[in-house]
Structure formats: structure tokens, C-alpha cells
């Protein structure tokens, strides 16, 4: 049985390599996985106002909870690279249980260094699904890349919509110790994703490999200015996703529980906002689509924290719609650009998004302790509208030979 192992992966490889059609039940699979995984990686942000007061941190220090958890982003390109070369479909199939159990078991944590160790882990089982499974979604979406790609992060934000809810919830059932309870539903979704693609490659279908070395004239134009672009964007969204629940429990009073439906509210709109981007995007071009979204962003910030009371809900739909919603279309133009080495390009973008993030968390932690979160979020405001301009520096979009 096993020498017909290599037979079945060539045939997979061939019948993508012959169809240029939108492979939807791949592509929603795929995207099943994402939702999974990212529903249990969404319960750190409703539990740090709980693990703050529980532990006696300072914003910084509760901040820099996310930043652990996102530190082994640095070692997607790496993966990227591998995946180019040598199929990562079981770091994608085992993701969803690995990252399941270890963030069910951040209740049983003692002390901080135990508990950023234990998110350290869960970032090294979040990189090994996030740097392959955008490149395997790039090949099965055919000439849609952008739609493919709206799908997998739609699903990720509606990971992001309902892991508040869930955390909470088990809390509320289970107590915070107790929350382990509810790792199972990664396990089982790894088992779905071990049926339906253990015989799919997740290597680019090209035939010819370019070398590495002719994607640095294209890097070296694109990522420049995808870093400018993304540090606006990256703060504001690293502000929004990682400071919200805490900002409306010390700002506006409110309970752990209008603290999760803050961020249900936000990413339940990102899954919208995420799932017509980057379809508009193949349509109209990825250009206008951020501009339009990266324009409204800041705006609908200074309505979140300076307008009336009564629009607080429609912004944060609005700051979801917008603010959460552009990478869809910046994933799909790093597909875009790098045709060749999709899952390295997709990883590199992914460590410098963590970089940025990582500082942004940092900034806006360390602003808030000295200014209060109010005027953090406005420093993450500022910094959107500045890197605006860099929409125009994009390159025009490739199209599909």
C-alpha cells in the first residue's frame, strides 16, 4: 500500500497542474481549518483583562502576552521556503489540535513567564499553519486568487467573531482552570483535515522552480513599500484587536462579557469586510480596493473614540468592515507578485506583519500607561493616516498568463 503513496501525490499534483478552475471544496476546506484553529488563537484577547487583574500586570506587560504568542512569525520564511519545496500538509492538518489544546491550557498557568512560554509554543504551531496554507489556497483557487483568499480569511475572522464568545463561555462553564475541556474541537477538526488532504500537496503546481534569487528584484520594490503601508494599518489593528476588551473594561466600565461582544462585534464585521475585499479586489484592482478601505479606517477610529455613545456600535462594525478587512488583498497581491515562490513571499510578509505588530502592541502599551488608552488608540490613528500614500507605490496588478 505504501508505494502507491507517491502515485496518489503525483496524480493530485497533475490534476491541479490541468485545471485552472476555482477548486471550491479545497479551497473551503482549507478554509475550514483556518476557522478552527484561529477560534482557539482568538482566546487570548477576551482573557487578558481576567489574566491582567489576575497576575497584576501593567499594559505593557499584558500586551507583550500577544507578542510572545506571535514571536515564532519570524520563522515563516523559513517555512515559506520549505513549503515551496516539500509538501507541509500535515503542519496544516495537525495545526488545529496542537494550537487547540495549548491555548485551552492557558488557564493552568501559575505565573507569566509559565504562561509566555506556553503562547511562545502555541505561535510555533500558528506560524506552521499560516505560512503554508495561503500558498495551498493560491494553487487551488485557480485565476481567482483574490476570492480564494477571501474565503480563507473570512474564515479567520469568523474564528476571530466567535472565539470571544467561546473563551468566555468556558470560563463561564469551566471556570479559567477548567477551559482545557474545550481543546477537543481542534482534534477533531484535524482529524476532517487528515481525510480530506492527506494526498493533497501543499507545494506551489509549478513545473519549473525559478531560482531564489530572482524574486530580490521584486522584493526589493514590493516589501518596502507593503512595510510602510502596513505600519499604519498594523497598529491601528494591533491596537483594536489586542487592546479592545481592555479598553472597554478600564474606559467604559463594562464587564468581560461587553468585552467579548466589543470584539464579536468588530471581527463579525472583519468577516464581511474580509470576505467581499479581496473578491472586490479581482474585479476592480487591488490598488483602489485598499485605498478605499485604508481611507475610511482612520476615520471611523476618531468616530469610535470621540463620537456619541449611541454610534459606537456602527463604528466598530465599520472599523471591522474597513480596518480588519485589506489583507485579503494584500495576501492576493504577494500571490500576485510572486508567482513562483508563493508560500516563501507569503511567510516573509507574515514576519515583517509580526514585527510591526510586535512594536505596535509594545507602543501602544507603553502609551497607554503613561497617557491612558484613549490616547493610544489615537497614536494608532495618526499612524494610518501617514501611511496612506504608500497605496500609490504598489505595483499594478498581474494578470494571469
Not at 134 to 146: D, E, Q, T
Request: glycine share 8%; aromatic share 10%.
Amino acid at each position: 500500500m505504501t508505494t502507491d503513496q507517491p502515485a496518489l501525490e503525483q496524480n493530485s499534483a497533475m490534476t491541479a497542474q490541468q485545471t485552472s478552475d476555482f477548486q471550491a471544496d479545497q479551497v473551503t476546506t482549507i478554509a475550514g481549518g483556518h476557522f478552527v484553529h484561529d477560534t482557539y488563537s482568538a482566546f487570548l484577547a477576551p482573557l487578558l483583562p481576567l489574566l491582567k487583574s489576575n497576575l497584576g500586570l501593567s499594559y505593557t506587560l499584558v500586551g507583550s502576552l500577544a507578542v510572545f504568542m506571535q514571536l515564532p512569525s519570524l520563522l515563516n520564511p523559513f517555512i515559506g521556503y520549505l513549503a515551496d519545496r516539500i509538501s507541509l500538509r500535515y503542519f496544516i492538518i495537525l495545526a488545529p489540535a496542537i494550537t487547540a489544546t495549548l491555548m485551552s491550557s492557558i488557564g493552568l498557568a501559575s505565573d507569566y513567564v509559565t504562561l509566555a512560554l506556553l503562547l511562545f509554543t502555541t505561535g510555533l504551531s500558528i506560524a506552521a499553519f499560516h505560512a503554508p496554507a495561503p500558498a495551498m489556497i493560491g494553487r487551488v483557487a485557480g485565476p481567482k486568487v483574490g476570492t480564494g483568499m477571501s474565503i480563507f480569511m473570512a474564515a479567520g475572522e469568523l474564528a476571530r467573531t466567535v472565539g470571544p464568545i467561546v473563551a468566555v463561555a468556558g470560563v463561564s462553564w469551566f471556570g479559567l482552570e477548567g477551559i482545557w475541556r474545550l481543546a477537543v474541537g481542534g482534534w477533531l477538526m484535524s482529524g476532517i483535515l487528515y481525510w480530506r488532504l492527506r494526498h493533497i500537496s501543499a507545494r506551489p503546481s509549478q513545473l519549473r522552480k525559478a531560482p531564489l534569487a530572482e524574486i530580490w528584484p521584486t522584493a526589493r520594490h514590493v516589501f518596502p513599500t507593503l512595510i510602510w503601508l502596513m505600519t499604519g494599518r498594523v497598529f491601528m489593528v494591533a491596537a483594536l484587536t489586542t487592546y479592545l476588551a481592555i479598553f472597554v473594561r478600564d474606559e467604559l466600565g463594562g464587564s468581560l462579557w461587553l468585552a467579548a461582544i466589543s470584539l464579536t462585534i468588530l471581527e463579525g464585521a472583519g468577516v464581511v469586510g474580509a470576505l467581499l475585499s479581496g473578491t472586490l479586489s479581482d474585479r476592480f484592482g487591488r490598488k483602489r480596493v485598499l485605498l478605499v478601505l485604508l481611507g475610511l479606517a482612520p476615520i471611523l477610529m476618531l468616530l469610535f473614540l470621540y463620537g456619541p455613545t449611541w454610534l459606537t456600535i456602527a463604528s466598530l462594525i465599520g472599523l471591522g468592515l474597513t480596518a480588519i478587512s485589506p489583507q485579503p488583498v494584500l495576501l492576493a497581491l504577494v500571490q500576485d507578485e510572486f508567482t513562483e515562490h508563493r508560500a516563501l513571499a507569503n511567510g516573509t510578509f507574515l514576519a515583517l506583519s509580526f514585527l510591526i505588530r510586535a512594536l505596535g502592541i509594545w507602543l501602544v502599551g507603553m502609551v497607554a500607561d503613561h497617557y491612558g488608552m484613549s490616547n493610544a488608540f489615537l497614536f494608532a490613528c495618526i499612524l494610518a493616516f501617514l501611511s496612506l500614500p504608500a497605496v500609490f507605490f504598489l505595483p499594478p496588478r498581474r494578470r494571469p498568463a
